[in-house]
Nanobody
Framework: VQLQASGGGLVQTGGSLKLSCAAS????????MGWYRQSPGNERDVVAL???????SYADSVKGRSTISRHSAKNTMTLQLNSLKPEDTAVYYC?????????WGEGTQVTVSS
């Protein structure tokens, strides 16, 4: 199973980005998909999660500014980030629990300039 993330980049404060993640390979069931982020010197923290039944949770730091969605049939997920702040600068990682196993995609850099 591979997770391919895309959509990072450089954006000004107040701007928006959409991150996408596509899962491929031998997949029977994806229980949870989500986004995590890690900035230099910090731990990798959850940003948003979406379960197979559509339950969604957001980190307090992005709540109200982010929307996670999932296309189960295509095994894809997106994260819309709005009103971006410099503190949102980080490497964003796609994560999925596929058939009970954890998978990570390569990170995509999001840089928010002040």
């Amino acid at each position: 199973v591979q997770l391919q993330a895309s959509g990072g980049g450089l954006v000004q404060t107040g701007g928006s980005l959409k991150l996408s993640c596509a899962a491929s390979g031998s997949i029977f069931s994806i229980n949870v998909m989500g986004w995590y982020r890690q900035s230099p010197g910090n731990e990798r923290d959850v940003v948003a999660l979406i379960t197979r039944d559509g339950s969604i949770s957001y980190a307090d730091s992005v709540k109200g500014r982010s929307t996670i969605s999932r296309h189960s049939a295509k095994n894809t997920m997106t994260l819309q980030l709005n009103s971006l702040k410099p503190e949102d600068t980080a490497v964003y990682y796609c994560h999925a629990v596929v058939d009970g196993l954890n998978y990570w995609g390569e990170g995509t850099q999001v840089t928010v300039s002040s």
